[in-house]
């Protein structure tokens, strides 16, 4: 997609990528705005596609122990580091080992970035 093609929200974000990275927390709340503004089409220009969705052996459990070490790893090294300080999951683990298990289930249903934590929940998961 030409540059003269993006609207003006993913032109500021083009912006802000090339030049003023990282961003604090309150500029972290406007690129959100500006993300949200953008087509799919425009995003993806910008090199912002969703991440995809981790992919399991339907018989992972049937794997040999290394095997299985080894998805679970490729699974966990798919998802992207969140680099800021907010959690986009529960991640108390004061809570009962099947809302701990759920939220790792949703993890994998919707991957955004995770950290250390969101990764420890999974390979309990999986």
Known sequence: MAESKLSAAARKLKDIMEHK????????????KLIKACSTDELSAL????????????AINMLPLRDRLQQVQAVISLMQYNHTSAYYYNV?????LPAILATAASILREPLPIKCIEAVFLGMLL
């Open 21 to 32: 990275l990282p961003v604090s927390e309150e500029a972290l709340k406007d690129v959100l």
């Open 47 to 58: 090199g912002l596609q969703p991440p995809s969705l981790p992919a399991l052996s339907p």
């Open 92 to 96: 108390s683990k004061q809570r009962p």
